[in-house]
């Protein structure tokens, strides 16, 4: 149980460009998912909340209108990167956390972004 | 908001020793501390936390320890294999976010 689906894993695209990436929990329902960036050899850094129904709430430094959080559902929250640039280039990964006291969060497997 | 430190960032044992990695964390508000296994270009897979009601909690070669007072909880592997072989990060809780660490590049020697 507790499986959080993430797609595409990998995409390429050009610059100037926008890119969706999808975060669905399968057998859960959440009304909370988290968005992470990692870049090459470092941590996963927390960029925003994702809010069932409502606006997401952004970490400093990360730009609302660049990186726009659409959580329509309590199964799935999107991930858009508009306006990509190289140095968007990173490991995006969402994660959700099961209800009913289970501390634990589940990630997704990820999407690795390569911007051209 | 918490920060949290992690050292050492790498660490290479002999097959069959221990490890441990350490952690400390700044916001005393936090009240959940996971520790996840990375291997390169897959997602973090969590391998045990712990409450901030208990002291240590183990399970089989792992277990992790955590100070309240200090502020600081560890990671500690027993008769370490060739597959414990990735990047560890620790995490620390409040209010439902997630910080983690800078991570432990852990590697096995043979």
């Known amino acids: 149980g507790a499986v959080v689906s993430q797609h595409p894993s990998r995409v390429i695209c050009k610059s100037g460009t926008s890119v969706k990436i999808e975060c669905r929990s399968l057998d859960f329902q959440a009304t909370t998912m988290f968005w992470y960036r990692q870049f090459p050899k470092q941590s996963l850094m927390l960029m925003a909340t994702?809010?069932?129904?409502?606006?997401?709430?952004?970490e400093q430094g990360v730009e609302k209108d660049k990186f726009l959080i659409n959580h329509a559902s309590l199964t799935l929250s999107t991930l858009t990167v508009t306006s990509a640039h190289p140095e968007d280039s990173s490991f995006y990964i969402c994660s959700a956390r099961p209800p009913q006291g289970n501390y634990g969060y589940t990630f997704g497997s990820g999407t690795r972004l390569t911007v051209v | 908001g918490e920060n949290v430190e992690q050292h050492p960032s790498t660490l290479s044992v002999q097959e069959g020793d221990s490890a441990v990695i350490k952690c400390t964390y700044s916001?005393?508000?936090?009240?959940?501390f996971p520790w996840y296994k990375q291997e390169l270009g897959k997602r973090p897979q969590l391998i045990i936390d712990?409450?901030?009601?208990?002291g240590e909690k183990k399970d089989q070669r792992i277990a992790v320890t955590l100070n309240k007072t200090a502020k600081h909880f560890s990671l500690h592997i027993t008769e370490t294999q060739p597959e414990d072989s990735a990047v560890y990060f620790c995490?620390?809780?409040?209010?439902?976010?997630?910080?983690f660490g800078t991570g432990t590049r852990l590697t096995i020697i043979p």
């Open positions: 916001d005393s508000a936090s009240n959940y």
């Open positions: 994702s809010n069932e129904g409502s606006k997401a709430t952004y």
């Open positions: 712990i409450r901030s009601n208990v």
């Open positions: 995490a620390a809780s409040w209010n439902e976010k997630l910080t």
